[in-house]
């Protein structure tokens, strides 16, 4: 209800409702008081209310939507090239199972990670290649920062397209496939566990990955094209090739870029 205030005291209102407002104004401050003999005291007063500002809307194209991003994140995901419109790729990804391939590549002082995503017939949909950083990178922290690139990438899809499809990557080390399916809990983690090789990418990885479903990271064996056309390779195969090929023209490309921390 509405109360009007004592003609003699300032902190009093009178007892009984002169009307009511329906519904609360928006400059209504909230108070707490006590009933008194003739009168409601105000207890105490409170802020008035500071409503948040607007805050712009997120950009619905992709290129737009990474360079609003995060420094670390921008550098996983600028390098995204989209190999069909936009529309076709979450068409694609809303009807079935996906594959991504990542792998990465170490050049003395320089590193870089690729990776290039695929309908299971073998339609090429986006490819990513960036830098991997590091004081003394190794091929392990260069294949982890793939998997990271791939992991925020369908996070971003998630979050931004509601895109929920289910996807398989796979890599050609094994050992970083062994860590990644590990899933420890980045939260439950102690001092002695943050030492670990490449941890702080590895937490960045299960991070990721934990709130997604229809997921799995395998094995596939590298430099099959060693031994065999490319064309007549399984698609996991042809996939980790492209991505090899990727990552190592990335450093070619950019011989200034430093990926020291």
């Not at 949909?125 to 791939?150: D, F, N």
């Not at 998630?158 to 399916?181: G, H, Y």
């Amino acid at each position: 209800g509405a109360f009007d205030q004592h003609p003699q005291l300032f902190w009093d209102y009178d007892l009984d409702p002169s009307g009511v407002d329906v519904p609360l104004p928006a400059d209504a401050v909230p108070v707490d008081c006590v009933q008194q003999q003739h009168t409601w005291r105000v207890k105490s007063n409170s802020v008035r209310w500071q409503l948040p500002p607007a805050q712009p809307d997120m950009p619905h194209e992709v290129h737009a939507y990474i360079a609003r991003l995060p420094r670390w994140e921008r550098d996983l995901l600028s390098g995204v090239e989209l190999l069909v419109p936009f529309p076709v790729l979450i068409a694609e990804l809303a009807r079935a199972q996906v594959m991504v391939a990542s792998d990465g590549s170490v050049q003395g002082p320089r590193a870089s990670f690729a990776w290039v995503l695929s309908t299971h017939q073998g339609r090429r949909l986006v490819r990513c290649s960036g830098p991997a950083y590091g004081s003394r990178p190794t091929s392990y922290r260069a294949e982890a920062y793939g998997i990271l690139s791939v992991a925020r990438w369908f996070h971003h899809l998630k979050a931004q397209w509601q895109s929920t499809n289910p996807f398989i990557l796979v890599c050609d080390n094994e050992t970083m496939v062994k860590r990644t399916n590990e899933m420890e809990d980045p939260d439950k983690a102690t001092p002695n566990s943050t030492l670990a090789s490449d941890w702080d990418v590895l937490a960045e990885i299960w991070s990721a990955l934990k709130p997604m479903q229809d997921w799995s990271v395998r094995w596939v064996k590298g430099h099959q094209d060693d031994k065999k056309p490319r064309e007549d390779l399984e698609l996991d195969a042809q996939l980790n090739c492209d991505a090899d090929a990727l990552a190592e023209r990335h450093i070619t490309d950019h011989p200034d870029h430093s990926c020291g921390i």
